[in-house]
Every structure is written in structure tokens, then in C-alpha cells.
């Protein structure tokens, strides 16, 4: 196993030239650098906090063929990421899970004929074979009706996926980095240069500076992209890049049963109320132009009130800010297709290739969704591979388990039970956290553990002591925000003084690691 992160010094550096360098630890970054190690190829990744820390983990968390784009025309767009949620819930059943979405129809919006006839062609278009299919709901007698607003007795369900953002991009990190990939987050790239058929690139750790050398460059830093091409090359990319904020904030649960909504807004957007937690309820997204440092993006007091409002329309408990226990909000970097509406722009990627004849290639990313990125790293493998003698040309990734994921899609139950008897002592509830954060791995961390004593105690909830500790050690976490709103979503559950505990438990195991 690979020491997890550092700065790459001259002694630490491969006596070659990697062969690819990566900018961004978000999912596309991870996802590239993933796929090209399993292709045999000395993969090297730069990020500069820490993994996941920006758009990557801001999302409604959903894996889903996104119904709203089949308005928009993007057809192949929606076929891919169709394909992809149920592969990629093969691949990672412990983070990825189905989800039922409830879509009431109400007067005055999109006809139903045109809402059922959307669904018929999102059932059909992606070549679903294991999710269950659209079904008509009477929400009078259905219990998905109960906590919606009097009036409405008619709706749709349907199916998607729910994902673990942040966890999916460390879990590729992971593979990647047990592949061979040198995964070096908090380390920033000051300077990349052109020289001999190869990129000089000097990179900057805890306030020292390191020279690397690889004969590719990938380019996937998210909403930093489109200002790392002219630092890189001193002229703006071809393909046009659009920051859109989308937030999202965090209520008390509006319902008990198991499945999301899916609501019309009047102004053409759509909301999403999604089980969230156990004992909330995630309400998102907005969709705006953002013109900011993508580091400091806020879900600010408009986007909370219009999101409270949005959800208020169709609940009949309103929503109010005061009711707000958690908001985030990321910065979408989506290709520039010249849409008026920001909820109009693309979700689509464009990769661009920046390859002189004799020259090293820079290939920049994009655009794209977290759906999609597994398909979006091979087709970046594609455009390189031209550039990069004796990368493997076989596409992998679609039969290779995540970390954790090595068990089958409707085995999470079965998994579950064998902790248990493995481990009596868990209560069923720290049972199924353990196992949807790291699947088969979930033994790593609980050992020959016979208690949570066995564990190093509990700092808050039920997080131990070992758990972060094997974070530090194979997770690259290194702060309490690491773990406690990227690792997990435990942040909702930790009270203050617990919090500083844990600080206090960090600091002396990063200074030991």
C-alpha cells in the first residue's frame, strides 16, 4: 500500500518520467488516473486540498440519466449516463444504492401524457436491466402522498441511483494509488513547461517546492480548468467553460419512507427532496451563473430561501431557513454551449487535446457530470493513447470493483449479517455504516476488535478512533473536515466538544503518519 500523500521529492521521484501527470483529485481527475494505471501506465496526481474537496463533493449525490436533459435534446448524453448507473452500481454497491423517485403532477404544468411519455423513453433508452421500471401513483392512497400539500392525486415513480460523492472519488483515488498511481493531494502545481517531448512540471507541498517530470498532462481541475490552460500554455482553451453554483441544503426528515421527490418548479427548474442521513432530508439544487473564486462559493441567503419556497410548494409542512441544519454548494465548470438559462447549459464534456506535432499532449476536461466520469476517463485514455507508446488499449474499468465493492448489487443485506456475526457487538446501525462507507474493506478497520474499546473508543456518534485512524493511513484524510464531511457525512452528527476531540486525535496521528 501506498504511503497516502506528501510532497514528491527528488528522492521520492521516479528515476524516468511518469508517464501522465494529473491536475485535480475531483471524480474526473481520480477517474483518469485510475483508469490509465490499470492500462499500465506510471500515473502521478496533483491535487491542491484535498480530494474531493471541491465540486466532486458538493452534488445532489445522485447517479441518474438526468430526466430535465431529455427537454434539452442531449439524447447521447442521457443514453451514456443511463448505461452508467447501472454499471456503476455493480461496481460499487456499498456507495451506490437505487432509488425510487416520486414525481407528482399538479394542474398548470408539463401535461402528464408528456411526463409519462419522458419516462417510457428514460426506461427504455439506456438499456435498464436490474432497476425496476416507471409505475402511475395515486397519491391519495399511497404513502408517498401523505406528507405532500392537499390536492394532489396524481404522480409517477421512477428509478435512479444515489451515490456517495465524495467516497466514489476517493475510492478511484484508492484503486488507483494500489495500481501504482503516486496520489499527492494538498499539493499544488505552480508551473508546467514544455521541454524535450516531455512536461518540466514544479509542484509546491506545505510551503516546498518539487520538480516532476511526465511525457502527458492531464488537465481535469474542475473550476480551476480554464485558468490552469493559459498558466500552462499562455493562451485561452479552445472549448468555452461556464461556472453554474448549484446548492443544496440539509432540513430535519419532511417524511419516513425510503424514497426522493422530484418536483416542477414554476420557473422550469427542478428541486430534489431526498432521504438523506436517516434523520434528514437534502433539498437541491439551484442552478446560477457564478462569476467568484470557486474556493469560496456559498449557498447564500437567496438560494436558501428559494429552495425552503420551493420545497413549501409542495410539502405540507413548510420549510424554513430557520429549519436549516447543513447547506454546501459547488461550482458546476460545464462547457459553454451559449444556453440562456444556466439550468439550460450542458451537463455534456468536451475533452481538449493540446498536442503539437514533436510536443507533449495537455489534455484539459471539460464539462461533464459524476455519472458519467468513468465513461469521460476512457475516452480521455482514447485521445492520449496516440501519445503515450505502450498504454494498453483495453478498456477495464467497467468490470473491476471499487475498493469495497466486490460483492453483488443486491448483496448490501448479506453483507451487513456477516459483519454482524463477525463482529456481535455492532449495533445494526454502525453495522450499515461501516458497510455502505467501505464494503468488504469494513474489516480493516474493526481487526480482532471484540468492542469499541477494541477500537480506541468513540470520539462522537459512532466514529472510533481506528476508523480515523485507517483514514489517515489509506484515505488521505487530514483534517476534521476530511473526515467528517468528505470520509462521511458524520459533521451532522458530532456535537462541538466532540469535534475537538477529534482535532486533538488527528493532530497526533498525521504527525505520526
Known sequence: MLPPGGLVTDAAAPPDPYDLAVIGGGVNGCGIA???????ARVVLFEQGDLAGATSSASTKLIHGGLRYLEHGAVRLVREALIEREILWGLAPHIVRPLRFVLPHAAGQRPAWLLRLGLFVYDHLGGRRHLPPTRNLDLVHDPAGVPLRVGLSRGFEYSDCWVDDARLVVLNALDAAERGTAIRPRTKVVRARRSGGLWDIEVEAAGARAQVRARGLVNAA?????????????????????LVQGSHIVVPALFTHDRAYIFQNGDGRIVFAIPYEGRFTLIGTTDRDYAGDPA?????????????????????????????????????????????AAQAATRDYVLDLDAPQGEAPLLSVFGGKITTYRRLAEHALERLAPHLPGLSPRAWTA?????????????????????????????VAHAERLARAYGTRAPAILGNATGLAGLGGVLGADLTRAEVD????????????????????????????????????????????
Do not use: M
Open 399 to 427: 468490470d473491476a470493483p471499487l475498493p469495497g465493492g466486490d460483492f453483488p448489487r443486491d448483496g448490501f443485506p448479506t453483507l451487513v449479517a456477516d459483519l454482524r456475526d463477525a463482529y456481535p457487538w455492532l449495533t
Open 222 to 242: 474542475g473550476p480551476w480548468v480554464a485558468d490552469t490552460v493559459p498558466r500552462l500554455l499562455g493562451h485561452r482553451p479552445a472549448a468555452g467553460i461556464r
Open 296 to 340: 469560496r462559493v456559498v449557498a447564500d441567503p437567496d438560494e436558501i430561501a428559494y429552495l425552503c419556497a420551493a420545497a413549501s410548494r409542495w410539502f405540507q409542512a413548510p420549510v424554513r431557513a430557520d429549519d436549516v441544519v447543513w447547506s454546501f454548494s459547488g461550482v458546476r465548470p460545464l462547457q459553454d454551449d451559449g444556453a440562456g
Open 470 to 513: 485507517y483514514l489517515v493511513r489509506f484515505e488521505w484524510a487530514r483534517t476534521a473536515d476530511d473526515v467528517l464531511w468528505r470520509r462521511s457525512k458524520l459533521g451532522l452528527h458530532l456535537r462541538p466538544n466532540e469535534v475537538a476531540a477529534l482535532e486533538e486525535h488527528l493532530d497526533g496521528v498525521v504527525q505520526a503518519a
Open 34 to 40: 485510475r483508469d490509465a494505471a490499470g492500462r499500465g
